[in-house]
């Protein structure tokens, strides 16, 4: 969470007006989108595939582990670009996009915990055999973590296409 509220205060106060360094940035925004957001639809079809029974307990952690560090990097980088892309804090949908980022950092650290929390399921336990209690939890939190991306995503693509 601090590292988004220094994105914003960097946005609010440095202004680098250069062309190259825009573009740089841009190009930079969309690797890091690429990075961070690849991880999340990998962790979340995964464990699509554990609710079905298509994937274990111990298998869901182990590929949201391998990913944390991939999706952390994605979003610290989408940060420090984001900023230096300098949007147009006055803008409601630059603000909206702010505000989906910041769900998306927050939901990303209640998904790492729900990950550690799921060490303590068997490792050989999916589908049927998952305890109630953990799906409503898994749910929300994929769900949450896709409409805040994918929305993120729309507002960056619609507010880049028409120059804002």
Do not use: C
Not at 58 to 70: F, K, P, Q, R
Not at 142 to 154: D, I, N, T
């Amino acid at each position: 969470m601090s590292g988004w509220a220094i994105a914003v205060g960097a946005v609010a106060t440095v202004h680098l007006d250069s062309r190259p360094v825009h573009e740089a940035a841009l190009f930079a925004h969309l690797v890091f989108l690429v990075v961070g957001f690849g991880g999340v639809i990998v962790v979340d079809v995964h464990g699509l595939l554990w609710v079905l029974g298509r994937r274990t307990a111990g298998e869901l952690v182990a590929m949201s582990t391998a990913t944390h560090g991939l999706i952390a990097a994605g979003v610290a980088g989408l940060l420090v670009s984001g900023a230096v892309l300098h949007p147009d804090l006055a803008s409601s949908a630059a603000r909206l996009k702010l505000t989906l980022v910041l769900i998306i950092v927050l939901n990303g650290v209640n998904a790492r915990r729900f990950a550690t929390e799921l060490r303590a399921i068997p490792h050989q336990v999916g589908g049927d055999a998952i305890p109630w209690e953990y799906l409503p939890r898994a749910f929300t939190i994929a769900a949450l973590s896709q409409a805040a991306w994918w929305g993120a995503l729309v507002i960056g693509f619609l507010t880049s296409a028409s120059g804002q």
